[in-house]
């Protein structure tokens, strides 16, 4: 069974900091990996999808990689600013048959960025 | 463009009722999906559904009932609530076998 986690739990930085989250998946059968901000008491955004034949995409500050081989994602987040302040999730999507090869989700990563 | 709404947003309830959250999507994706959020938990998939009239259950899909009959419309009804029901819950959507996922706003459910 897919098992996804997340490293820190929460974390803290000043603005301005470059700064790198990443997530672990224990089953490197994967279809693509993608990446949510949740704001408190939203919903989830869509970040970035990364397909397993992929390394890396990119969106403005935003870069996530992918290394299936060793079963990690992260998310490299440049120029930090208060307004990135959310918990950070990441969900693969097992190829094998688990539960129809839908998103396993990560505890996610908790981000304060002070002015 | 509206995207996902469900609906209510916020609702109490007492234990042993029935009660239908709804989903609702504008774009037409084919696949929708349930999740439930409870803090130690995470995100867990509750029930899925890739077409019209097609469903199949995920992770946590005791005391939960879904349908679909038409592409725009998921409802989830607890068919007898319990407190271990309260929780936050997601519709979201997909377009495909290889797809991204776009989330609804979320309901919050607390079973009294």
């Known amino acids: 069974k897919q098992e996804v986690t997340q490293i820190p739990a929460a974390l803290s930085v000043p603005e301005g900091e470059n700064l790198v989250l990443n997530c672990s998946f224990t089953?490197?059968?994967?279809?693509?990996l993608q990446w949510f901000r949740q704001d408190p008491g939203k919903g989830l955004t869509s970040l970035l999808l990364?397909?397993?034949?992929?390394r890396e995409q990119t969106s403005g500050r935003l870069n996530a990689s992918l290394d299936k081989s060793s079963g990690r994602s992260t998310l490299y987040i440049a120029a930090s600013q208060p307004g990135d302040s959310a918990t950070y999730l990441c969900?693969?999507?097992?190829?094998?048959?688990?539960?129809?090869?839908?998103?396993?989700f990560g505890p996610g990563t908790r981000l304060s960025v002070l002015p | 463009d509206a995207g996902i709404t469900q609906s209510p947003r916020y609702k109490i309830t007492e234990t042993g009722r029935q009660v239908t959250l709804m989903c609702h999507q504008t774009w037409s994706h084919s696949y929708m999906f349930w999740y439930r959020q409870d803090l130690g938990h995470g995100l867990r998939l509750i029930y899925y559904?890739?077409?019209?009239?097609?469903?199949d259950k995920g992770e946590v899909p005791d005391g939960y009932v879904v349908s679909r009959s038409k592409t725009e419309n998921f409802p989830l009804t607890l068919e007898s609530a319990t407190r271990s029901q309260t929780s936050v819950y997601f519709c979201a959507t997909g377009t495909g076998p290889v797809y991204e996922q776009y989330f609804g706003p979320g309901t919050r459910l607390t079973v009294t």
């Open positions: 990364i397909q397993s034949s992929q």
């Open positions: 089953d490197s059968a994967i279809y693509n």
């Open positions: 969900a693969a999507r097992g190829a094998r048959d688990n539960y129809g090869q839908n998103f396993v």
């Open positions: 559904s890739a077409a019209a009239d097609i469903t």
